[in-house]
C-alpha cells in the first residue's frame, strides 16, 4: 500500500516515547499521557482507513529475510484495529491512574510505553517470526512492572507470570517451528490459505508424520495460558492482585485480548480442523473456566482477586463462543450462530478491557484514599461520603455484570446467540456463571457502599474533579457502545463473515 | 371466551403501511423519563423542586402521548379495525441476519401505558409529599423517573431483546429504589435479593430468548407476517419437537415464563418481593405493586399466541398448563402466608404475591384479555392500598406494625374511606367494586377449563382467604382503640388527593368489564362490544357469582368474627394463634422457604465457591508449582548448554543491559537473568533452526 507506513509509525512511536520518558525524569509521565493520546489518535485512524469488506488493509510488507520465509507484512482488519483501539485506550488510562508513581517514574513509564509498543507490534505482525519477538517483548516490561512496583508478594507473582506465559510460548514456538519446517513459510495469510485447502496439513504429515494434532494443541496451550483457559490460569489471580493497578489495567484490558486474538489469527485459521476435533473438551473447560472461575471469584476476600477471577470467567465466554463455532461443513442457520458467536466474542475483548480496566481504576482510586485497603470487608457505607465515586464504579460494576444498555451485555448476548443453537448444553450450563457473577458483582457493592459507615471513611473523599473527568469519557463509551453497538460491529461483521469464510473446522 | 363467539362484527386488520403519528411517536413516552432521570443525576441535592417537577412534567408528557396513543387505538376499534402498528429497525447486523428493535402500538400496549403513566403519576405526586423529608430527594425522582421510562419501555416493546433490555432495566431500577435506604443493612440485603431471585428467572428468559432468536431468525413480535408471534413463524416452531413431548414452541414458552415467574413473584421464585417492602412506600406501590410485578404478567400477555401455539379449540397447551398450576398454586400459598403477618405492607405484599398468582391463572385458562382485566384494576386498588398504608405509616410515625395501630378511622378519615375503598375491591366485594369483576371473570374461567377442576377450588379458596386477611388488617389498623404510642395524624391533601382518584378508579373500572358489557375484553380481542343484560343468563355464571359473592361474605364475616372491634394488646398473641398454634407458627415463619433456600441454594453457592477456591489452590495451583519446578530444572540445563555451547556474547549483552537499568541490577534475585537468558537462547535456537533449514 502507498503512502505513510502507519501501521509502523504506530509501533515506533511508543518506543520513542519510551527513551523519551526514560530521560525526561519527573515529566514523564507527561511525556507518557502525550505519547499514549497520540497513539490513541493513530489507532483510530487505522480504525477509520480500514477496508469495508473486512479484508487486511493497511498493509505494509517488505523483505526481511526472505530465504528464511521472514517477512516484514503488517496490516490489519476489524479485529487487528479495534485491538489497536483497545490497546492505546487501556494504555491511556493506565497512564492517568498512575499519577502516584514517585518511584523511577521515568522507567516506570518507559516500561509502560513499551508494553504498548509490544501490543501494537503483535496486534499487527502477519508474519510469525516478527509476532512472536512482540509477544515475548511484551512480557518483559509486564515483568518488571510487577517485579519492581507490585505488592507485598511481589516477587513469585511475577516469577509464576513469567514462567507460565513462557512455557506456554515455547509449546506454540515448537508447534509453528515444525510448521515452518514442513512448509517452509511463517506468513499467517498464506500458512491460512494452505490450511482451509487441506495443504497444510497434507506437508506437515509427509514431513513430519501425523503430528498435526500435537502442533494444534503446542499452539492452543500458548494462547490458553495467555487468556486463560482454566485450569492454566492460576497465575493469573496473584499477578493481577500484586502488579500496581494500573499494571492490572494493562494485564487484563490489553494483554488478555492477545491470547484471544492469537487463537483467532494464529490457532484457529491454521489448526481448525483440530479444534473442531478437540471441540468437546475444549468447550468442557471454557466452561469450567465460566463457572468456575465466577466461584472462585465469590470465594475472594481481596478486591483485585475478586475482579482477577471475574476476568477469568468474562474472558471464558469469549473462549466458549470461539470453541462452539468449531462446527464442520456448517449449513446456513449455523453459519448465522457462528457470525453471531464471533461477533460477540470480539465485542466481548473489547467491551471486557474497558470495563476491566475502568474497574481496576477504581480500586486503585480505593487504595489511594485508604493507604492501600481493598479487602471487601475493609469497607462500608462508602455511598454517603463519596456518591459520585459509588454511582460511577456502580455504574461499571453493572457494566461487568452484564446489564443491557451498558457495553457488557450485548458481547455476551451474541455469544449465548451464537452458542446455545451450536452447543445448547455448554450454553446452559454457563449461565450459571451469569448468575453467580451478578451475585458476587453485588456483594462487592452491598460490602463496599452500603450499611453504616465506619468511623474510619467518614470523611473518605469523593471523586476528585479531574478523576471524574477523566472517568467520564470511559463511562461515556460503556453508554454508548450498550446502545449502538452497531458502532463497532458495523465494521467488526465484515471481518467476521471473512474470517468464517476463510476457516476450515 | 364463550362472549366473543357471539359477537360476529368482523374486525378487518390494518393495512401495515399505514404508520400514524401515535405510533411513530410512541418512543418518546419512555425516552422522556429517561432522558428526566438522567438531567436530575447531575442535579444538586437542594434542588428538589426541580428534580419532583422534571419528574412530574416528563411522566405528564408521557401520559399525554399515552392518552394519544390510547385514542388510536380507539378510534380504530370503533371503526373495525383491528389497530396493530410497529416501527422495526435494524440495531446490529450479525453475519448475513439481523438483531432488529421496534415498538408496537396495538390495544394490549396502549392499554396498559395509559394505566402505568397515570398510575406512576398519581404515585409521583404522592411521593413529593411522602418523600418531603429525605435527605436524598432528588436522588429518589431521578430513579424513580428511570424506572417509569423503562417500564414503559417494556410496554411498548415490539422486540424480545428491546422488551429484555427494558425488563433488567426495570430490574436495575427495582433494586435501586428497594437499597434505596442504604445505609440500612436489610434494604441493602433486600435490594440484593431482589435482583438476584429476579435473575434467576432471567437467565432462563435469556435463553428461551437466544432460542427464540436461533429458530425463527427475528425477536420482533409483529413483522407483516414474518415476526416471531406471527403463525409463520409458530408453525415452524410447532414443528420443531424439543426433547420431553414439548415443541420448540413450548419450550421456549416454559423459559420466557421462567423469567416472568421471577418478576411476576410466583412459587417458587416470590420470597423476593415481602423483602421488597424495606423499600420507600411510593416505590412499593409504583414497582412491587402496580407495574414492575405485573411486568411478568404482560411479558406472558404479549408472547401469547407463542403459549398457545398448537392448541386445538378450547384445549390448551403445556406452558399454559404450567402458567396455570403456577399461578393458582401462589394465590393460595402466599394468602395463606398473608394471613399470619403482622406488618402492614407485608400483609399487603403477600397479598400482591397472590394476586399475581391470579392473574398468572387468568391467562393460563381464559386468554390475554382475562388476565390483563385483573392486572388493570388490580394496579389502581393495590397501589391505593398501599399508598393508604404509606399515609397511615405516616400519620403513625414511620410504625409498620398493626398491632400497635388502631381506630384509625378517627384520627385519618379520609385515609380510611379511601383504604376501605382498595380493601373492598381487592376482596371482590360483589357488584360494586372493580375487583368483583376481575376476579369473576377468572373464576369463570376456571370454571370452565378443560383440563382440571383443582385450580378453580384453589382460586374459590384464596377468595376466601383475601376477604379474611384483609378483614384482619383493617380491624387491627382502623377499629378498635389505638395501640400506639404518638397520636396518628392525617396526611397532607398531596398525599391523600391521589388516593382519592384511585379510590374512584378502584370502583369505576368495574363498569368496563362487566359480563353485560365486556368492553375491555372486546377491546384486547378486536371485537365489537354490545350491551346485552342478557349474557348474565349464560349457564353457571349467575351461580358463580352468588358462589363468590358467598366466599366474600363468609371471608369477611370470620374475619370481623375474629377481629372485629376488639382490642388485644400489642404484645398479646394473635387470636388465630391462641387457636392453632402449631400452623400459625408456620404461616407467620413464612412457610420456612426462605430458610429452606438458605438451607439449599445459598449452601450450595458457598459451598462451591470453596470448591473452586480449593482447587485452584490445591489442585491446579499444586500442578502448576510441579510443571513450574520442571520448568526451572529445564530452564538451568539450558543455562548450562547455553554457557558451554552457545556463544555468551548475546546474553552478556542482555546482563549488561540490564545491570545498566541500575535499578534493574538491584532488585536482580537471579531469576530475571534466567528467563531473559531463556529468551535470548529461544531467539537463538530460532535463528539457528532458521538458517539451518534455510540452507537446506
Not at chain 1, 494483554?255 to 486474538?261: L, Q
Not at chain 2, 368482523?10 to 432521570?37: D, E, K, M, T
Not at chain 2, 546482563?655 to 537468558?677: D, H, K, N, P
Amino acid at each position: 500500500m502507498n503512502g505513510l507506513p502507519i501501521l509502523t509509525l504506530l509501533t515506533v512511536l511508543p518506543v520513542l516515547g519510551a527513551v523519551i520518558a526514560l530521560v525526561a525524569g519527573r515529566h514523564a509521565r507527561s511525556v507518557a499521557l502525550l505519547t499514549t493520546l497520540c497513539g490513541l489518535a493513530l489507532a483510530l485512524v487505522v480504525w477509520t482507513k480500514l477496508p469495508i469488506d473486512g479484508s487486511i488493509g493497511l498493509v505494509e510488507r517488505a523483505a526481511w529475510a526472505p530465504s528464511l520465509g521472514i517477512e516484514y507484512h503488517l496490516g490489519v482488519d476489524a479485529l487487528g484495529a479495534l485491538m489497536l483501539v483497545l490497546s492505546a485506550i487501556v494504555t491511556l488510562l493506565s497512564v492517568d491512574a498512575a499519577d502516584h508513581v514517585h518511584r523511577q517514574p521515568n522507567l516506570y513509564f518507559g516500561l509502560v510505553l513499551l508494553l504498548e509498543a509490544g501490543l501494537f507490534g503483535s496486534f499487527t505482525a502477519l508474519n510469525f517470526f516478527h509476532w512472536f519477538l512482540f509477544w515475548e517483548l511484551s512480557l518483559i516490561p509486564a515483568f518488571f512492572l510487577i517485579k519492581l512496583w507490585g505488592g507485598a508478594k511481589r516477587g513469585p507473582a511475577a516469577t509464576q507470570f513469567f514462567v507460565y506465559t513462557m512455557a506456554g510460548s515455547v509449546a506454540l514456538l515448537l508447534a509453528f517451528l515444525a510448521v515452518f519446517l514442513s512448509t517452509g513459510n511463517m506468513d499467517f495469510i498464506q500458512l491460512a490459505a494452505m490450511a482451509s485447502s487441506g495443504q497444510l496439513e497434507q506437508m506437515v504429515t509427509a514431513h513430519l508424520g501425523p503430528v498435526m494434532m500435537w502442533l494444534a494443541i503446542g499452539a492452543l496451550a500458548g494462547f490458553a495460558v495467555k487468556v486463560p483457559l482454566a485450569p492454566f490460569h492460576t497465575w493469573l489471580p496473584a499477578a493481577y492482585s500484586e502488579a500496581p493497578s494500573p499494571v492490572t489495567m494493562l494485564l487484563t484490558g490489553a494483554m488478555s485480548k492477545m491470547g484471544v486474538y492469537g487463537l483467532l489469527r494464529i490457532a484457529v485459521p491454521l489448526f481448525g480442523h483440530q479444534i473442531a476435533q478437540l471441540r468437546t473438551p475444549l468447550l468442557a473447560l471454557a466452561v469450567l473456566t465460566i463457572v468456575m472461575g465466577a466461584w472462585a471469584a465469590a470465594a475472594q476476600k481481596d478486591l483485585k482477586r475478586v475482579f482477577a477471577y471475574s476476568s477469568v470467567n468474562h474472558l471464558g465466554y469469549c473462549l466458549l463462543g470461539i470453541f462452539a463455532l468449531a462446527v464442520p461443513a456448517a449449513g446456513a442457520a449455523e453459519q448465522t450462530s457462528q457470525a453471531a458467536a464471533l461477533n460477540g466474542v470480539i465485542l466481548q475483548m473489547f467491551n471486557h478491557g474497558i470495563t476491566a480496566a475502568a474497574l481496576f481504576w477504581f480500586v486503585a482510586m480505593l487504595q489511594e484514599r485508604t493507604g492501600g485497603e481493598r479487602g471487601i470487608n475493609d469497607f462500608g457505607g462508602l455511598r454517603k461520603p463519596a456518591p459520585v465515586f459509588a454511582g460511577l464504579m456502580g455504574i461499571v460494576l453493572f457494566s461487568s455484570l452484564g446489564l443491557p444498555g451498558l457495553n457488557g451485555f450485548v458481547g455476551e448476548f451474541l455469544i449465548f446467540r451464537g452458542v446455545f443453537p451450536l452447543s445448547w448444553v455448554a450454553a446452559t450450563v454457563s449461565i450459571l456463571g451469569l448468575l453467580v457473577t451478578a451475585a458476587v458483582i453485588l456483594t462487592v457493592i452491598q460490602k463496599v457502599f452500603a450499611g453504616p459507615v465506619p468511623e474510619r471513611w467518614a470523611s473518605f473523599p469523593d471523586m476528585y474533579g479531574k478523576e471524574r473527568l477523566a472517568m467520564a469519557p470511559v463511562i461515556g463509551l460503556m453508554l454508548l457502545l450498550g446502545l449502538v453497538p452497531q458502532l463497532i460491529v458495523d465494521s467488526v461483521n465484515p471481518t467476521v463473515v471473512n474470517l468464517l469464510a476463510h476457516w476450515r473446522f | 371466551m364463550l362472549m366473543q363467539e357471539e359477537v360476529t362484527a368482523a374486525f378487518h386488520p390494518q393495512n401495515q403501511c399505514l404508520v400514524g403519528f401515535a405510533a411513530r411517536s410512541l418512543w418518546l413516552i419512555p425516552a422522556v423519563p429517561i432522558v428526566a432521570s438522567g438531567v436530575i443525576a447531575l442535579l444538586r441535592q437542594p434542588r428538589r423542586a426541580l428534580a419532583a417537577g422534571l419528574a412530574i412534567g416528563s411522566l405528564s408528557v408521557s401520559l399525554f402521548f399515552s392518552l394519544m396513543a390510547f385514542a388510536h387505538v380507539l378510534a380504530g376499534w370503533m371503526n373495525s379495525v383491528a389497530v396493530r402498528e410497529t416501527v422495526n429497525f435494524t440495531w446490529i447486523q450479525v453475519g448475513s441476519a439481523h438483531v432488529d428493535l421496534g415498538w408496537v402500538l396495538d390495544p394490549l400496549s396502549a392499554v396498559m401505558l395509559v394505566m402505568v403513566s397515570f398510575v406512576g403519576l398519581l404515585i409521583f405526586i404522592y411521593s413529593v409529599g411522602y418523600m418531603a423529608h429525605d435527605v436524598n430527594f432528588t436522588r429518589f425522582f431521578c430513579f424513580l423517573s428511570l424506572f417509569a421510562g423503562a417500564m414503559l419501555g417494556v410496554v411498548i416493546s415490539n422486540s424480545l431483546l428491546l422488551l429484555f433490555m427494558c425488563w433488567e432495566l426495570v430490574g436495575l431500577t427495582s433494586y435501586l429504589l428497594i437499597g434505596f435506604w442504604y445505609h440500612k443493612p436489610p434494604a441493602a440485603a433486600a435490594a440484593k435479593k431482589a435482583f438476584m431471585t429476579t435473575r434467576v428467572g432471567d437467565v432462563f428468559f435469556l435463553l428461551g430468548m437466544v432460542w427464540l432468536f436461533a429458530q425463527t431468525g427475528t425477536l420482533l413480535f409483529y413483522n407483516g407476517g414474518a415476526g416471531s408471534m406471527e403463525p409463520l413463524k409458530l408453525g415452524a416452531l410447532l414443528a420443531s419437537p424439543a426433547g420431553l413431548g414439548l415443541s420448540a414452541a413450548g419450550a421456549i414458552g416454559l423459559l420466557i415464563f421462567a423469567g416472568a415467574a421471577g418478576k411476576s413473584g410466583q412459587l417458587p421464585l416470590h420470597v423476593w418481593l415481602p423483602d421488597a417492602m424495606e423499600g420507600p412506600t411510593p416505590v412499593s406501590a409504583l414497582i412491587h405493586a402496580a407495574t414492575m410485578v405485573a411486568a411478568g404478567v404482560y411479558l406472558i400477555a404479549r408472547v401469547y399466541p407463542l403459549m398457545q401455539a398448537g392448541a386445538l379449540a378450547g384445549g390448551t397447551t403445556t406452558a399454559l398448563t404450567v402458567v396455570t398450576w403456577v399461578g393458582a398454586s401462589t394465590a393460595v400459598f402466599a394468602a395463606l402466608i398473608a394471613v399470619a403477618q403482622n406488618d402492614i405492607k407485608r400483609i399487603l405484599a403477600y397479598s400482591t404475591v397472590s394476586q399475581l398468582g391470579y392473574m398468572m391463572a387468568g391467562l393460563g385458562m381464559g386468554g390475554v384479555a382475562v388476565g390483563m382485566f385483573h392486572l388493570i384494576t388490580h394496579a389502581f386498588f393495590k397501589a391505593l392500598l398501599f399508598m393508604g398504608a404509606g399515609s397511615v405509616i405516616h400519620g403513625c410515625h414511620e410504625e409498620q406494625d398493626v398491632r400497635h395501630m388502631g381506630a384509625l378511622r378517627k384520627a385519618m378519615p379520609l385515609t380510611f374511606l379511601t383504604y376501605a375503598v382498595g380493601m373492598l375491591a381487592l376482596c371482590g366485594f360483589p357488584l360494586l367494586f372493580s375487583g368483583f369483576w376481575s376476579k369473576d371473570g377468572i373464576l369463570e374461567a376456571a370454571q370452565h377449563w378443560s383440563v382440571a377442576k383443582g385450580p378453580f377450588y384453589m382460586l374459590v379458596f384464596g377468595a376466601l382467604l383475601t376477604a379474611f386477611y384483609m378483614t384482619r388488617q383493617v380491624a387491627y389498623v382502623f377499629f378498635g382503640e389505638w395501640r400506639g404510642h404518638k397520636t396518628a395524624h392525617e396526611s397532607p391533601a398531596v398525599m391523600t388527593m391521589p388516593l382519592a382518584i384511585l379510590a374512584f378508579f378502584a370502583v369505576a373500572l368495574g363498569a368496563i368489564g362487566t359480563p353485560a358489557w365486556p368492553w375491555f375484553k372486546a377491546f384486547l380481542s378486536d371485537h365489537a362490544a354490545g350491551f346485552e343484560m342478557a349474557r348474565f343468563g349464560e349457564p353457571g355464571l349467575l351461580p358463580l357469582m352468588g358462589t363468590s359473592t358467598l366466599v366474600v361474605f363468609l371471608g369477611l364475616g370470620l374475619g370481623w368474627w375474629i377481629y372485629g372491634g376488639k382490642s388485644p394488646a400489642a404484645e398479646e398473641p394473635d387470636a388465630l394463634e391462641r387457636a392453632i398454634p402449631l400452623a400459625w407458627g408456620w404461616l407467620h415463619n413464612k412457610l420456612y422457604v426462605d430458610e429452606l433456600y438458605g438451607a439449599t441454594v445459598i449452601a450450595f453457592y458457598g459451598w462451591w465457591a470453596k470448591v473452586a477456591d480449593w482447587l485452584d489452590r490445591c489442585v491446579w495451583g499444586g500442578v502448576v508449582t510441579s510443571v513450574a519446578w520442571l520448568f526451572r530444572g529445564w530452564a538451568q540445563l539450558n543455562r548450562l548448554i547455553d554457557i558451554h555451547w552457545v556463544d555468551g556474547g548475546f546474553d552478556k549483552g542482555c546482563e549488561e543491559l540490564a545491570s545498566g537499568g541500575g535499578l534493574l541490577a538491584r532488585v536482580q534475585t537471579g531469576r530475571v537473568q534466567t528467563y531473559l537468558r531463556l529468551l535470548a537462547l529461544a531467539v537463538v535456537v530460532l535463528a539457528a533452526i532458521l538458517i539451518w533449514s534455510g540452507r537446506g
